[in-house]
């Protein structure tokens, strides 16, 4: 177990590394310079050079590599070039609105996803599994802000039930936040669902031609007993790698859904600082919503671990 | 034919005939704007309507029908380009360095998430439909490389290639000649699936102002233009989002189908 934990520590770190550089690098040969756009075309010269040097700009590219990874370890994200305030304080307020909306839209996506591909498995071939099956080949194929449109002109332009967009902020109380991302959490869910229900059917079906279930149905379980105690739990491990992959699909997808809802959330805070040239934000929002993905890769891989003792060895 | 093929190639061939056609024929010019006519909804004249400028819809969407498909294909053409000769290179020299080094870097594409990485490209390089291609086309070589060389593997244990070797042949000219027909199949229907996910990843990037640019129509452009007048004229995001998702249900059946028709044994304990 220690073995494979320190062989995915290393990718872990491996992949940060390398994810940073690549991002630095894509920033680096983007056209225009940072001081020069911030004080415009009629700027003189030595106003943009002193600028440049108090943003750190005319030093080295690898020292500036390394001051870059160095602030962000110690949570220090550099300073806006814009709005002269620190990244990390932007991106923390931010955070408030996409991480909540990311993870209420993989709690509604997995509690749809998992009933419906329990009973599709349990219903193969019938009428039942086909509705399932069909509605999923519809829900991977529907763009979620096209979507999230529908959702705005049926239950907030027609039915008044949600606003059409903007975010009330916490501090309104738990309900009425969990109620402005109500809409924007479903259009992320939907189409997730139907990928997750997918491959929660293909999982229970697998484990439904074991062995194990033949006696667990022979020990005179009922075919429902027999799913529900033994075949679910033996379906989970691909289940759960898809529920950790989604986590970072509904991350990078509630940057397009923050659009179509006005949500002030790290989507749109991307957005207006690519508008604005103020790449130094880009690059940490990048490189904090990469890091959400590949540290929460491996937690799946290491949830795979304690679920499952065979891989624990075969590593 | 099994029901999915048929039903898949027709959609899929129903879209690439629209998006040909606008080359010669569109039923308006899709770029003329006509005020007067401006948010009609479906008639015999429009048949699917005019947006704001009272510019037709069928035209639009015909015409970006061009767009969306052009670059998903594209970007399905740089997975392959790139991605096949890599998977075969590591299958034909299996657990060396070059083998490691290739999927490594597959996993490490693979983690992040594409979308973010998409945007980050575009915004950096302009907005433009060849820089959409080139962001969504990095994200398809390791899947690519990724079927091409878990296709090859077994191969390389046959019998068939074990002669090849004996006749002589290199590896490169093994995989190119004998390993690559063998595994065209996967291919075709891994170039399905990514090309339907191509063009939701087009809308998407064309949404929020980072694909294809104006006066090019395209799908992702036409949606964000109509969110502002969703409530006024729900046609106008209705239409191509119908648009899109026809394609992409035609091509994700398209590509269930042709795996069947290649491999019948999946139909019988097809998940």
């Known amino acids: 177990m220690l073995h494979y934990l320190l062989k995915r520590l290393m990718s872990l770190i491996l992949s940060l590394a390398v994810a940073s550089m690549v991002i630095f690098a894509v920033i680096e040969v983007a056209p225009g310079d940072p001081a020069s756009f911030m004080l415009g075309t009629g700027a003189q010269e030595d ?60 709690t509604l996506s997995t509690l749809i996803a998992l009933p419906a591909g329990i009973y599709a498995a349990a219903r193969r071939g019938k009428a039942g599994d086909m509705a399932v099956m069909g509605a999923t080949q519809l829900g991977v194929a529907v763009p979620n802000f096209w979507f999230a449109m529908l959702l705005v002109l049926v239950f907030a332009i027609n039915l008044r039930w949600f606003s059409a967009g ?28 139907a990928i997750l229900a997918r491959v929660m059917r293909s999982a229970l079906l697998e484990v439904l031609g074991e062995d194990f279930m033949r006696s667990a149905r022979a020990k005179g379980l009922s075919q429902r007993q027999a799913i529900r105690r033994h075949g679910v739990r033996n379906a989970l491990i691909p289940v759960l790698t898809i529920i950790g992959l989604q986590f970072s699909f509904l991350l990078a997808g509630a940057i397009i859904i923050e659009q179509v809802f006005y949500l002030p959330g790290l989507g749109r805070l991307v957005f207006q600082a690519i508008s604005a040239r103020d790449l130094i934000v880009v690059e940490s929002v990048v490189m904090l919503l990469v890091f959400a993905v590949i540290l929460v890769n491996f937690l799946v891989d290491l949830t795979y671990a304690v679920v499952d003792p065979r891989l624990r060895r075969a590593a | 034919m099994n029901r999915s093929l048929f039903l898949g190639g027709l959609l899929s061939g129903i879209m690439l005939l629209l998006a040909i056609a606008s080359f010669v024929w569109t039923p308006f010019d899709h770029a003329v704007m006509n005020i007067p006519d401006k948010l009609q909804t479906p008639n015999a004249t429009h048949w699917l309507g005019t947006d704001h400028f009272g510019r037709d819809i069928l035209s639009m969407v015909m015409v970006g029908a061009r767009t969306s498909l052009a670059v998903a294909l594209l970007a399905v053409g740089i997975g392959v380009g790139l991605g096949v000769p ?27 998430p594409s979308l973010v990485i998409a945007i980050l490209i575009t915004a950096v390089f302009g907005p433009s439909a060849t820089n959409a ?102 046609h106008l995001a209705i239409v191509p989002g119908l648009a899109i998702i026809l394609t992409v249900v035609g091509l994700n059946l398209l590509g269930d189908g042709l795996r069947d028709r290649f491999d019948p044994r999946l139909m019988e304990g097809r998940a």
């Open chain 2, 133 to 234: 291609i080139i962001a969504i086309g990095i994200f398809n070589i390791p899947v690519f490389a990724r079927v091409a060389r878990g296709g090859s593997l077994s191969l390389w244990a046959r019998e068939f290639i074990l002669t090849a070797r004996v006749a002589g042949k290199s590896r490169a000219r093994i995989s190119a000649e004998h390993i690559l027909p063998n595994i065209a199949n996967l291919l075709i229907v891994q170039g399905t699936i990514q090309f339907s996910l191509g063009i939701l990843a087009e809308a998407g990037l064309s949404y929020v102002g980072l694909g294809a640019q104006p006066p090019t129509p395209s799908w992702g452009r036409m949606l964000a233009e109509a969110q502002t007048l969703v409530s006024l004229a729900p």
């Open chain 2, 86 to 112: 890599l998977g075969l290179a590591a299958a034909a020299t299996r657990g060396s360095w070059l083998d490691e080094v290739i999927m490594r870097g597959n996993d490490l594409v693979f983690a992040f």
């Open chain 1, 166 to 193: 903007g975010f009330v902020g916490w501090d309104k109380g738990l309900w009425a936040g969990l109620h402005a991302l109500t809409l924007p959490a479903v259009a992320l869910a939907l189409p997730q669902a």
């Open chain 1, 47 to 106: 106003t943009v050079a002193a600028l440049r040097s108090e943003l750190g700009l005319d030093q080295g590219k690898v020292s500036r590599y390394l001051t870059w990874v160095g602030g962000m370890l110690t949570g220090d994200f550099g300073t806006s070039y814009t709005y002269r305030t620190p990244v990390a304080e932007m991106v923390g307020e931010r955070l408030w609105v996409s991480l909540p909306l990311a993870l209420y839209a993989l």
